[in-house]
T-cell receptor, first 109, second 116 residues
Framework: QQPVQSPQAVILREGEDAVINCSSSKALYSVHWYRQKHGEAPVFLMI?????EQKGHEKISASFNEKKQQSSLYLTASQLSYSGTYFC??????????FGTGTSLTVIP | GAVVSQHPSRVICKSGTSVKIECRSL??????MFWYRQFPKQSLMLMATSNEGSKATYEQGVEKDKFLINHASLTLSTLTVTSAHPEDSSFYICSASPAMGAGELFFGEGSRLTVL
């Protein structure tokens, strides 16, 4: 039920780019992206509702390939504030919401 | 954005006692509430999904009699950890959705449970 993310962890220098992938063995009808700082609640980044949809949020954007059951999150020109753990998530039939396995992102000066 | 309040934020209890965690949606009606448990460096694992006025749907491996979930109104859900043991120590977080199966989730602040 849980989407699988890759990579599990990534370390970037400020200004570098990163891609986080989210893959599901079951059909994806929508994909959510959240970022969580240690000990805090997840913060909403964006939802993609349609296959082929791309969205942007400042320097963070995402794409959704419904046929491949995949989504990718793109972080460009990373900032220190981007550090945290990123989760994709999706609703399944039965109204349950499952988070992905998570990707730890560390941005260093 | 919509506000979800969760408390207590931290609780320490003795083994064998019960602990209740409350989750309230302050400015919207939560058709669905979700309860998650998160161990260090791990993902948020869904424990149960509850819809107002009906019994919660528990995930496989989550003991219904140990983790009692009540969603008595459209703004309040509670999680009671009964007969807590040290292995129940974790970060518990609720989220609420005004719609079924769609839309952004709104999160409580989380509750850090430590069982001695």
């Amino acid at each position: 039920q849980q989407p699988v993310q890759s990579p599990q962890a990534v370390i970037l220098r400020e200004g570098e780019d990163a891609v986080i992938n989210c893959s599901s063995s079951k059909a994806l009808y929508s994909v959510h992206w959240y970022r969580q700082k240690h000990g805090e609640a997840p913060v909403f980044l964006m939802i993609l509702l349609k296959g082929g949809e791309q969205k942007g949020h400042e320097k963070i954007s995402a794409s959704f390939n419904e046929k491949k059951q995949q989504s990718s999150l793109y972080l460009t020109a990373s900032q220190l504030s981007y550090s945290g753990t990123y989760f994709c998530g999706t609703f399944r039939t039965g109204n349950q919401f499952y988070f992905g396995t998570g990707t730890s992102l560390t941005v260093i000066p | 954005g919509a506000v979800v309040s969760q408390h207590p934020s931290r609780v320490i209890c003795k083994s064998g006692t019960s602990v209740k965690i409350e989750c309230r949606s302050l400015d919207f009606q939560a058709t669905t509430m979700f309860w998650y448990r998160q161990f260090p460096k791990q993902s948020l694992m869904l424990m149960a999904t509850s819809n107002e006025g009906s019994k919660a749907t528990y995930e496989q491996g989550v003991e219904k009699d140990k983790f009692l979930i009540n969603h008595a109104s459209l703004t309040l859900s509670t999680l009671t950890v009964t007969s807590a043991h040290p292995e129940d120590s974790s970060f518990y977080i609720c989220s609420a959705s005004p719609a079924m199966g769609a839309g952004e989730l709104f999160f409580g602040e989380g509750s850090r449970l430590t069982v001695l």
